[in-house]
C-alpha cells in the first residue's frame, strides 16, 4: 500500500486538507450513525462523510415493525432521529461521496470538494439494489422501471404493476403498492417466498396474485414499459403479461468499491469480511452493516456499527483493559 504522510497529502494536493481525524466513518445508514455515536462518546475525534443524506436505504422504507422500541414507524421518521442523536455527537458531512481512499501512515479519504486524513476508517458504506439484468431493465430505469417502490408507487396508481422478488423487500413494495390503489402481481422464481410469516400472511389475507415458478426474461419497451415477457420454469413456456411498472425487488448487492481499493478480503458476494469485533483483514480498518453481509437488518446494521467503533477505540487507545 502507499505510503503518505499527513504533511504529504496536504502538499500532494492542490485541495485543502478538510479534516484530521482519529477515524472517519463512511456512511450515514444505521451501522455509520451508531459507529459515530459510539466512536465519539469513547473520546475519538471523528466524522461522518455520507454521500446524501444520513439516514442510508431505510429512508425509503415506509414502515418498520421489527426495531425494538419502535412497534410501528416509518423509515424517514427512525432514521431522522437516529441521524438528530448521532448529531449531538459528531459531525454529519452530507453531500460528501468518497471518491477515493489511499492507506498510509494515515488514510487519505478523497471526495469532490477535498481531502481527509484519518488514523482509521469504519466502512458501513451498505449496499445497492440487485439488477434483474434482462434486456430492457437498464433502458426503461425511471420509465417504468423502479428499484423503489415507496418513492415511485404513487406514479402508479390504479395501474397494474408486478413486484419481482420473494423476500422481505419484495412482500413489503407489494403491500405497499396494493394499498395505494395499484393492481399489484408478484413474480417470484421459486415456489416458496423467504420473506417473514407475517408478509405472507398479509398478502395472502390482501389476495395479492403471486406467479411462482416464474422468472422475467424481458421488460418489453414501449412509451415506458407496456409488458414483461414471463417464463414459467416448470413448463418452460414463455408469454407476456401487460404491465405499466416493474417494481425490482431481488436483493442487495455490497457497495464495496472502497473495500477493495484497500485491499480488504471480501467473500465470493463481494461482501467484506469482519471478525466478532468488526475488524477488517487491514489493521485499522473496520466494517459494520450490509456491505459486511450478515443478517442485513437495522438492528444488526446498529450493533455492527457499536462494535466496529468499540474496536477501533481500543486499538488506537490500547485501554488499561488492553494491555
Ligand atoms: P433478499 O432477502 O435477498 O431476497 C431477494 C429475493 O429476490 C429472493 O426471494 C430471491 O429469490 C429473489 N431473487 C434474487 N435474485 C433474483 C433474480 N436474479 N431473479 C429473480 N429473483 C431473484 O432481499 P431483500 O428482500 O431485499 O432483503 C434484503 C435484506 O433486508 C434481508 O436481510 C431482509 O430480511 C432485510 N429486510 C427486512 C425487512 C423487514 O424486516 N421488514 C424489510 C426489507 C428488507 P430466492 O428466494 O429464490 O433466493
Known sequence: MERMTIEGIAAASSDALLGDYDVV?????????????????????CAILEKGVAGGQVLTSLNIDNYPGFPEVSGMKLMESMAEHARKYVEIKEGEEVIRVRGGEKFEI????????????????????????????????????????????????????????????????????????????IIHRRGQFRADRHLQDSVSQRGIPVLWDTIVEEIV?????????????????????????VFVAVGELPSSQLA?????????????IVDKSFRTSVPFVYAAGDVAGGIRQIVAAVHGGAAAALACFEDLMNPYYRR
Open 221 to 245: 419497451e414501449g412509451e415506458g414499459v407496456t409488458a414483461v415477457r414471463l417464463k414459467d420454469l416448470k413448463t418452460g413456456k414463455s408469454e407476456l403479461k401487460k404491465t405499466d411498472g
Open 110 to 185: 478523497t471526495t469532490p470538494s477535498g481531502r481527509y486524513a484519518a488514523r482509521a476508517l469504519i466502512l458501513a458504506t451498505g449496499g445497492m439494489h440487485r439488477k434483474l439484468e434482462v434486456p430492457g431493465e437498464e433502458d426503461m430505469i425511471g420509465k417504468g422501471v423502479s428499484y423503489c417502490a415507496t418513492c415511485d408507487g404513487f406514479f402508479y396508481k390504479g395501474k397494474e404493476v408486478v413486484v419481482v422478488g420473494g423476500g422481505n423487500t419484495a412482500l413489503t413494495d407489494a403491500l405497499h403498492l396494493e394499498s395505494i390503489g395499484c393492481k399489484v402481481t
Open 25 to 45: 466513518i463512511i456512511g450515514a445508514g444505521p451501522a455509520g450513525l451508531s459507529a459515530g455515536i459510539y466512536a465519539s462518546r469513547a473520546g475519538l475525534d
Open 260 to 272: 477493495a481499493e484497500l485491499g480488504l478480503e471480501m467473500d465470493p458476494g463481494g461482501f467484506i
